[in-house]
């Protein structure tokens, strides 16, 4: 699945950002997700989506609710990820994931793993 992102950039601290993957026309069929890798950090998953459109954040950080928002456009073919009011530590190349299935799985520390194809990634970095 040819995956393309989009939308990153430098951005000041508590801006918002919208980044976009345009999924090959499959963003109904597939479960899918962005991942961020920060600087010196390991990759991590930030939302996933259903291929019905189900979203999934990882409701074991606080801190992070509200903070990310993933959606899709079906007549475009694109799964969006809004971050609000960015913070430096949301630095990062931020990738779109598409896994073999319609269904995600539960949050996991191995989620990235679930996913097969990968995107090229977009630099979103923050400046305070």
């Known amino acids: 699945v040819p995956l393309v992102e989009s939308g990153g950039g430098s951005v000041q601290s508590g801006n918002n950002v919208t980044l976009s993957c345009s999924a090959g026309g499959l963003i109904s069929l597939l479960c899918m997700a962005w991942f961020r890798q920060s600087p010196g950090k390991e990759r991590e998953a930030v939302a996933t989506?259903?291929?019905?459109?189900?979203?999934?954040?990882?409701d074991s950080d606080d801190s992070t609710k509200g903070h990310f928002s993933i959606f899709k456009d079906y007549t475009k073919d694109i799964l969006y990820l809004r971050i609000n009011s960015l913070k430096p530590e949301d630095t990062g190349m931020y990738y779109c994931?598409?896994?073999?299935?319609?269904?995600?799985?539960?949050?996991?520390?191995?989620?990235?793993?679930?996913?097969?194809?990968w995107g090229q990634g977009t630099q979103v970095t923050v400046s305070s």
């Open positions: 989506m259903t291929g019905s459109g189900i979203p999934q954040y990882d």
């Open positions: 994931a598409a896994a073999q299935y319609q269904t995600c799985p539960s949050w996991s520390v191995n989620l990235g793993s679930y996913f097969d194809s």
